[in-house]
């Protein structure tokens, strides 16, 4: 059974930090993509960013670049998202997914497992 648990959310000041995390299980992480995806109230679910298996290819909204990071330990099973430089915009309920494929999906509909979501707050 494909497992994927994000963590790592929480409330901060605009400028401030956070590292989001998501831990796979009962899958061979290393054979899958992985996303991260981010909604706030009301709006549609927006891509963030996404890597490639074996982590070689990364991809970023433009919103996010510069200050975003997907990185990935295929030992652990575990993707991160570094969030540097946060803005209020970037309040939203953030999950991670996964998808066994050599591509880098940046549609939500290209993936099939989805964690449970973690809520980050980012106060002006």
């Known amino acids: 059974q494909v497992t994927l648990v994000d963590s790592g959310g929480g409330l901060v000041q605009a400028g401030g930090s956070l590292r989001l995390s998501c831990a796979g299980s009962?899958?061979?992480?290393?054979?899958?993509?992985m996303g991260w995806f981010r909604q706030a109230p009301g709006k549609e679910r927006q891509f963030v960013a996404a890597?490639?298996?074996?982590?070689?290819?990364?991809y970023y909204a433009d919103s996010v670049k510069g200050r975003f990071t997907i990185s990935r330990d295929d030992v652990q099973n575990t993707v991160y998202l570094q969030m540097n430089s946060l803005k209020p915009d970037d309040t939203a309920v953030y999950s991670c997914?996964?998808?066994?494929?050599?591509?880098?999906?940046?549609?939500?509909?290209?993936?099939?497992?989805w964690g449970q979501g973690t809520q980050v707050t980012v106060s002006s």
């Open positions: 009962g899958f061979v992480f290393g054979w899958y993509a």
């Open positions: 997914a996964a998808e066994q494929t050599t591509a880098v999906p940046m549609s939500h509909m290209e993936y099939t497992y």
């Open positions: 890597i490639s298996r074996y982590g070689r290819t990364t």
